[in-house]
């Protein structure tokens, strides 16, 4: 086929794919979807993050002819949306400061390997896009894999899954820089960037990400409010008499790349005690259809979730030991809602300041323990039982005799896949440009 040939048809699924994810949102926020367009045309990475509907189709269109995901493994769960800017700092419910995997929206149950392979691309590409050689990326790529195999034997081996945790005690390295830094910052900075005083007590500042609720909206918001709390577990509950005091709630804009055109709030409850540095800030945003979701049998698990908010809720639980205290969920108007804290202690992992080989073995070695992690938390132990059996040991199953292989076949699948969305990449800047992505660039 000419080169001109399958680049038009690669532009043309490219275009399909984003236009079925994303359609109802761009009619419901154009603006928000130009913005995330514009970012997305920015570098290969940045399109790489926005376009996890775009792995999905292609992952799920190839065949599993090596059956390394068997015995179970080929039905987990999985993140659905791992790259290597979703990591960072969290205060988990045990009031320690974590470095963990993050951002759950995308959680769904699938193979194993596909998490695998959406890291080892995205680690390619943010490498290649610091230059570093092809044999560079090679060993970073196998070192990931194995230190994530090498958790997994931990994990056969030991009674528990989750005695593995990245504190202020056990990190090191760029880690250990973002935990410092979350550990530096205080709940009073971020309530005063997003909060002003009025009659001695706080409610939302008045910017261009805020929008006052009408009456009949303000209540649909607050009555969801209350709905959600019964979704938090008991184990986890604060004292109802004064914890969970509404104090104002706002419409909200500017989570982020992946929340463009779904509709947010943010709540602000009396928090821990009277004092004022203590209020909290929650966020309400509505849960998004998992891009994995379009491209396999969703029958069994859609039936396991009220709706989206559930599920990502559900999921999140699963996969992280120690969630947030506040998770929850909720709807309005039958769709589903995710509420978590806008915690003041979350520092996203900097990339821009890891650009040696060395400072990026160091950190890869961790994020494949972690990676391996959440995998292994989610089976039989977790509060689920979507997924009842050990994980780990299906993992291993899968593998046995085998790791070197598969090790060489993820090196190899992660570089050739970066090199196709760095293709894709300029695909879709074209698209865009001239109008067929279903919004106009200007």
């Known amino acids: ?39 997305m045309a920015r570098d290969p990475h940045a399109f790489y993050r926005g376009t996890a509907c775009l792995f999905c189709h292609d992952v799920t269109s190839e065949p599993d002819p090596h059956g390394w995901a068997q015995h179970g ?12 800017e979703n990591f960072g700092t969290y205060l988990n419910s045990d009031g320690r400061l974590v470095f963990d995997i993050n951002d759950f929206d ?58 593995f945790e990245l504190t202020l005690d056990t990190a090191e390295g760029p880690v250990l ?22 009659r001695g007590s706080r409610s939302f500042s008045d910017d261009a990400s ?21 979704t938090i577990p008991e184990s986890k509950r604060f004292d109802r008499a004064l914890f969970y005091e509404l104090r104002d709630v706002v419409g909200k804009s500017g989570f982020g790349i992946g929340s463009a055109g779904l509709p947010a709030y943010s709540v602000l409850v009396e928090g821990y005690s009277q004092a004022l540095d ?16 379009r491209f396999v049998d969703t029958s069994e698990v859609d039936a396991y979730f009220d709706h989206e908010g559930h599920r990502t809720v559900v999921s999140q639980r699963a996969l992280q030991v120690h969630t947030d205290p506040l998770l929850g969920h909720t709807s309005i108007g039958g769709v589903g809602y995710v509420v978590s804290e806008v915690s ?46 050990q994980v780990e040991e299906a993992i291993a199953r899968s593998l046995e005799g ?3 292989d598969f090790v060489t076949w993820l090196c190899d699948w992660g570089i050739a896949y970066a090199e196709r969305v760095r293709a894709d990449h300029a695909l879709f800047v074209d698209a865009f440009r001239e109008g067929q992505v279903g919004i106009a660039a200007t």
């Not at 493994?73 to 290597?84: A, K, P, Q």
């Not at 805020?210 to 019964?230: G, I, M, N, Q």
């Open 106 to 163: 995308e959680a769904y149950v699938g193979r194993f390997t596909w998490d695998l392979q959406r890291f080892a691309a995205s680690l390619a590409l943010v490498a290649w896009q610091k230059a570093l050689p092809e044999d560079a990326i090679r060993k970073l790529v196998a070192r990931y894999v194995r230190s994530y195999l090498a958790q997994v034997n931990h994990y056969v081996a030991s009674d528990t899954d989750d005695d």
């Open 1 to 39: 086929m000419a080169a001109g040939k399958q680049e038009s048809d690669r532009t043309t699924v490219i275009v399909e794919v984003l236009r079925d994810a994303f359609a109802p949102l761009m009619r419901a926020d154009p603006a928000a979807f130009r913005a995330k367009y514009r970012k």
């Open 278 to 293: 203590n209020d909290v800030v929650l966020s309400m945003k509505q849960a998004n259809v998992p891009a994995l979701s």
């Open 73 to 84: 493994s080929e039905r987990i769960w999985i993140h659905g949306d791992l790259h290597v």
């Open 177 to 198: 820089v973002a935990l410092e830094e979350a550990r530096a910052m205080r709940r009073a900075d971020l309530l005063d960037s997003m909060t002003l005083m009025q």
């Open 344 to 389: 003041p202690y979350e520092v996203d992992l900097d990339w821009s300041e890891i650009n040696e080989p060395a400072d990026m073995r160091s950190v890869v070695d961790l994020l494949g323990r972690a990676t391996a992690k959440i995998h292994c938390a989610s089976d039989e132990d977790s509060q689920q039982d979507l997924v009842d059996f």
């Open 402 to 404: 085998r790791r070197n």
């Open 210 to 230: 805020t929008r006052r609720l009408p009456r009949e909206e303000r209540a649909e918001v607050v009555a969801a409010f209350r709905a959600y709390l019964d």
